[in-house]
């Protein structure tokens, strides 16, 4: 279950304090990955025809073409900049982490996470649900299956599950045989839909009258295209998922973990080929379902609500074709939930445990997919299996990381002094903001349940990192050469050290600590000391490396300065390290914090700092159980 880290692609950095990465695997060419990415972003054919023809009526074909415009205007620019800025798969959220540091970034961060895990998660079960009602609404089988849809859904995110507990990489073989079958068929669909069209041209001259008479002019009816557009929204959802699994890319034989060319160059191909296909896609079938199908029929009890080009497969190509169509598509849409999967255990494994808001298991991809599906049965269960009921949810995940996409490469391409980019950028970014708000004010509901996962991401991550606090989290520890000099000149005698909290840092200063130190504690005049000194950089840090820099001051006192996160892990951790360096047990010398044991708590949670001698006991209490070879500390 815990076999080997995260495989999601890494980035060659420590993944934890006693744990090193295993080398990343070789990837795999950019088209296979890209339908990895596709099904999702094609499986969304499965019902974006019938959600723009209720969402736009006769409108549908014009509205489909805004929403085109927009995804090749506006998405896939905005996600190939996001590729070359964030290559190792993180995304925009990466992009607009590095803007903001100490708590407000990490709860900025752990917010968009909340979104990212709305969209990723109702992808799985959204797709599953539309998966059983292909199942359970073809002729052959409706009278059998037709009050067992939650239960088909279930088993269906389970079996997803059960194929990355296998591996992932075998997930990858699966999609590219599912999404060449899939657009194999619908290029039949489209072809056959297209030449009834033509053939029966009287269905044109109808549709066009009628959208005539409806909206008057050509102006009007674009107007109306612009509102309704934001209905339209899960057209958008491949481009999140195609950064997500960027990782799995081959690229260049030369590429490096900190330049991978060809990883970027091949990433924008996939992203770019997969818009070119799904546009086209898009614009055909919401051409053929509206002008072929009737009105009645896209309604909630309707033969073709939510299974738009199922029903013209039935009717136009017979049952049996239908039946292979129908397969089609309850497999395509099953596995939509695979990329949304191979996003979440790309993601989320970069961040929470980085934090401490995550214990270490969840670096392992088993353990995650385990905690991922029991999450889509509860998601599933809530919602009683309904696609539409999720719709607004799905469409609120989609357009907030589209927006903060926008935004992250307006900020990168300010910053780079690209003045046209930026200006594009920011027109693109205020057109999704448009579109979010707009979605937000129609189904309220999105950002509800997107809340209900922020708060649940939240209170989980700040209660494992209440519970990891008393960790060893400094994961290297490096001595410069006077730091190392110190510690050898000592280790002949007893090592001992005082922790001090640098202020004006005059000899009177040391002077007073030491005399202080030695009444407390009771300590012989002759013995010498090391002073300790660390500086708190951005206590909401977890895990980081320790360089120990060594001087003398006033000629006389020996001073090791540390910069840490949290004072008691860098005192612990430099204990441990000198013990193991010289084979001795090190003393160090505390005088207690005033103040509350309460509020102390909070100061050490929140800022590092607190009270520190009980802390660092205790962090050395967990990282050494053996007491006779544990350092020890002494407070007066």
Not at 176 to 191: C, H, K, M, T
Request: aromatic share 8%; glycine share 8%; with cysteine.
């Amino acid at each position: 279950m815990l076999e080997g880290l995260s495989d999601m692609g890494r980035d060659g950095g420590h993944t934890g304090p006693h744990a090193q990465p295993e080398p990343p695997h070789q990837g795999r060419p950019w088209w296979r990955v890209m339908c990895l990415t596709g099904v999702d972003y094609f499986s969304t054919l499965g019902y974006q025809p019938g959600i723009a023809a209720l969402a736009a009526g006769l409108l549908s074909p014009v509205a489909t073409i805004v929403l085109v415009i927009v995804t090749l205007a506006g998405a896939l620019p905005v996600y190939r900049r996001v590729a070359e800025e964030s290559p190792h798969g993180e995304g925009s959220i990466a992009m607009l982490e590095r803007l903001l540091s100490f708590w407000q970034g990490k709860l900025f961060v752990l917010t968009l996470l909340g979104f990212a895990a709305t969209d990723f998660l109702i992808t799985i079960t959204l797709s599953a649900a539309d998966a059983s009602t292909h199942l359970v609404e073809n002729p052959h089988l409706t009278g059998v299956l037709h009050d067992k849809q939650m239960l088909i859904t279930l088993v269906l995110v389970a079996l997803l599950g059960a194929v990355f507990l296998k591996g992932f990489l075998e997930a990858i073989g699966v999609a590219v045989a599912l999404v060449g079958a899939y657009l194999a068929l619908n290029v039949v669909v489209v072809a056959v839909g297209l030449y009834h069209v033509v053939t029966a041209g009287h269905v044109v001259t109808d549709w066009a009258g009628a959208l005539t008479t409806q909206h008057g002019n050509v102006f009007v009816m674009i107007g109306v295209a612009l509102l309704v557009f934001p209905k339209l929204a899960l057209g958008l959802s491949g481009f999140e998922t195609g950064v997500a699994v960027m990782p799995h890319v081959k690229g260049d034989p030369d590429d490096t973990e900190e330049r991978p060319a060809g990883r970027i160059r091949d990433t924008k191909k996939l992203l770019t080929t997969a818009a070119l296909i799904m546009s086209g896609f898009l614009i055909a079938t919401s051409f053929i379902t509206t002008l072929l199908i009737p009105e009645k029929e896209f309604e909630a009890g309707g033969q073709a609500n939510g299974r738009a080009l199922a029903y013209l497969a039935h009717d136009y190509l017979g049952n049996t074709f239908g039946t292979v169509y129908d397969v089609s598509t309850i497999a395509i849409l099953w596995f939509a939930g695979a990329s949304a999967m191979a996003g979440l255990l790309n993601l989320m494994p970069r961040y929470l445990p980085r934090y401490g808001m995550a214990p270490h298991w969840a670096r392992a991809v088993r353990p995650m997919v385990i905690v991922f599906t029991l999450i889509a049965f509860l998601v599933t269960w809530i919602f009683d299996a309904d696609v539409n009921a999720q719709g607004g949810a799905y469409a609120t995940g989609v357009l907030v990381l589209i927006s903060s996409a926008a935004i992250a490469v307006t900020i990168a391409a300010r910053k780079a002094r690209q003045r046209s980019w930026t200006i594009a950028f920011a027109v693109i970014s205020a057109v999704f903001l448009y579109t979010t708000v707009a979605n937000v004010i129609e189904r309220p509901d999105g950002v509800k349940i997107g809340a209900c996962f922020i708060a649940g991401i939240i209170l989980v991550s700040l209660l494992s990192r209440l519970a990891r606090s008393f960790e060893l989290r400094v994961t290297s520890v490096t001595l410069d050469p006077m730091a190392e000099r110190f510690v050898r000149d000592m280790a002949s005698r007893r090592m001992r050290f005082i922790a001090n909290e640098p202020d004006r840092r005059d000899i009177a200063e040391y002077r007073d600590k030491i005399e202080q130190i030695r009444h407390d504690n009771d300590v012989p005049g002759q013995e010498d000391f090391v002073f300790v000194e660390v500086t708190v950089t951005d206590p909401s840090e977890f895990e980081a490396g320790l360089t120990v820099r060594g001087e003398v001051l006033h000629g006389r006192y020996r001073v090791l300065t540390l910069e840490s996160s949290s004072v008691p892990n860098a005192l612990a951790a430099l204990l441990l390290y000198v013990r193991d360096m010289t084979g001795r047990t090190p003393h160090i010398y505390f005088e207690w914090t005033e103040g509350g044991p309460f509020a102390n708590l909070l100061r050490f949670f929140l800022f590092g700092q607190g009270e520190v001698a009980p802390v660092t006991r205790e962090v050395l209490r967990e990282a050494e159980p053996d007491r006779k070879r544990r350092p020890k500390v002494h407070v007066g």
